[in-house]
C-alpha cells in the first residue's frame, strides 16, 4: 500500500486493475496533471511497475478496494470485474464510481447486455440463454449449425467463445464448468464480412464524442490489427455505426469510453460486445487521434470538456505484439526503430507467454497497405 497525500487543487482518478489499460493511462494522467492510483494485484503488474501510487490488493476483495478509493475522487476501472455491489458500497460513500454499476453490469454479463441492447433497439444477433444441450439443440434448429455458444461471464480473447459444428463437440463444450454466476449463451455464427469497432467517450454531463470507427482482425480469438478508419466502409454506414455506438452510450448512461464492437454483414450492423473503459481497438488514438482514447477517458469520468477524437492522418494501423518465442522484446528495439523510425512501439513491461499481449505498434500515416506492412514486419520482429 502507498499513501500519498491528497491535493485540493487536482483531482485524483483511481483506476481497479493494474493492465496495460491503466500503464497507458498513466501518461495522459501525468500530461494533464491529475494524481492517478492504481488498484494492481502486484508490484509486477503493468500499471504497478510505472504509476507510484499503487495500492496492493483483489478488485474483489471489499477492503482492499474501499481502502484503494478513500481519498479518489472518481473510481474508473481498466477491467469490468469489479462486483457490483463493492461499486455501490463505494457510491454509498460519495465517491463517483464511473462507469456506474448499472451501466457496468452490460460489460460483465453478455446475457444482461443482449438482454438490454434489444431493450434500447439496438441491432444484435439471434440469442438465447440455453440451460441444457437439449435447449441448445432446439436453437439449433432454428439458426442451424454452425452456431456461437458463450460463456456469459468470464471470456476475454476469445476464450469462453465456441463455434459448434454439431451436437456431439455441443454436448462435449456444455460439459465443462462454467464460470461463476455465468450462463450458457447461443447465437447464430453471424457471416459477417468484417468486424467494426465504434468507440465512444461520454462524460457525466452528456457530452459525447465519436471516434472514427475501425476494422479489428482477431486470429484464434484475440485481436490482432486495427485499421482506423475501417477500409471500404462508406460514410453511411460509418454514421450509423458511430450512431448505434453514441445511442447505446446514452441509453445505458455509460461514462468514459465505451467501444461497441459490430459484425458487418455487407448488409447491416449487429452489436456483438460492449466495453465500457479504453479498448485495444482504440489503441491507435494515442500516435493517430487528437486526443487518445486515454486521455479522452479521463477527461470523461472528471466531467472534463472532451478532447476532439478525430484522426491526424488519413489513417493509422495499429499491431499487437502476442507473446511469441523470444522473452526479451527488447532486443528487438535496435533493429525495428533502425528500419522505420515513423514506427511507435508501445511495451506494457509484462511476462511473455505464448499468445499473451504484452505490446503493441503503431503507424500514421497515408496509405492503409503501406502502413499495414510496416506495422506487420515490426509485430513480426518482436513476436520472433
Ligand atoms: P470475447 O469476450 O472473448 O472478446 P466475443 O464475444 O467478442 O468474445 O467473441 C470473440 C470473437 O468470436 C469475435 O470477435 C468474433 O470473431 C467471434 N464471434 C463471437 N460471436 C460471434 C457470432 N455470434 N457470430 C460470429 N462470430 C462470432
Known amino acids: 500500500m502507498s499513501a500519498s497525500v491528497a491535493r485540493a487543487d487536482r483531482p485524483r482518478v483511481g483506476m481497479v486493475g493494474g493492465g496495460q489499460l491503466a500503464r497507458m493511462s498513466a501518461a495522459p494522467a501525468a500530461a494533464l496533471g491529475i494524481d492517478f492510483r492504481v488498484l494492481a494485484t502486484s508490484r509486477q503488474e503493468s500499471a504497478a511497475q510505472v504509476v507510484s501510487d499503487v495500492f496492493i490488493g483483489a478488485h474483489d476483495d471489499e477492503h482492499a478496494v474501499l481502502a484503494f478509493a478513500d481519498g479518489c475522487d472518481v473510481v474508473t476501472f481498466d477491467h469490468e470485474h469489479v462486483p457490483p455491489p463493492i461499486l455501490e458500497k463505494l457510491e454509498a460513500r460519495g465517491i463517483a464510481v464511473r462507469p456506474g454499476p448499472h451501466a457496468l453490469i452490460n460489460a460483465q454479463d453478455k446475457a444482461i447486455m443482449r438482454r438490454t441492447l434489444e431493450g434500447a433497439g439496438a441491432p444484435v444477433p439471434a440469442w438465447r440463454v440455453v440451460e441444457s444441450v437439449d435447449a441448445a439443440e432446439e436453437f439449433a434448429k432454428l439458426v442451424g449449425y454452425p452456431f456461437i455458444l458463450k460463456t456469459s461471464r ?171 518465442d523470444v522473452g526479451d522484446l527488447y532486443s528487438a528495439y535496435r533493429h525495428v526503430f533502425a528500419r522505420d523510425p515513423g514506427l511507435k512501439v508501445h511495451l506494457y513491461g509484462k511476462e511473455v507467454r505464448p499468445g499473451r499481449k504484452v505490446g503493441h505498434v503503431t503507424a500514421v500515416g497515408d496509405d492503409v497497405e503501406e502502413l499495414t506492412m510496416r506495422a506487420r514486419h515490426a509485430a513480426d520482429y518482436f513476436m520472433g
Open 154 to 324: 468470464g471470456g476475454y480473447d476469445g476464450k469462453g467463445v465456441w463455434r459448434i459444428e454439431d451436437g456431439q463437440q455441443l454436448a462435449g463444450v456444455m460439459s465443462g464448468e462454467l464460470p461463476p454466476g455465468a450462463q450458457w449463451l447461443a447465437e447464430e455464427a453471424v457471416p459477417f464480412v468484417q468486424e467494426l469497432s465504434a468507440q465512444v467517450a461520454r462524460s457525466p454531463s452528456g457530452q459525447s464524442v465519436a471516434y472514427p470507427v475501425v476494422r479489428t482482425v482477431q486470429a484464434d480469438g484475440i485481436c490482432s490489427e486495427v485499421v482506423a478508419p475501417a477500409p471500404g466502409l462508406d460514410a453511411e454506414r460509418a454514421v450509423a455505426a458511430q450512431r448505434i455506438a453514441l445511442e447505446i452510450a446514452g441509453s445505458l448512461n455509460v461514462t468514459g469510453m465505451l467501444a461497441v464492437e459490430m459484425f458487418d454483414t455487407g448488409e447491416e450492423l449487429l452489436v456483438n460486445e460492449l466495453a465500457m473503459r479504453p479498448h485495444n481497438s482504440g489503441h491507435w488514438s494515442i500516435e493517430g487521434a487528437v486526443t487518445s482514447q486515454f486521455e479522452n477517458h479521463l477527461r470523461a469520468v472528471l466531467d472534463l470538456p472532451l478532447g476532439s477524437p478525430r484522426l491526424r492522418a488519413p489513417a493509422a494501423v495499429m499491431m499487437n505484439i502476442l507473446g511469441g
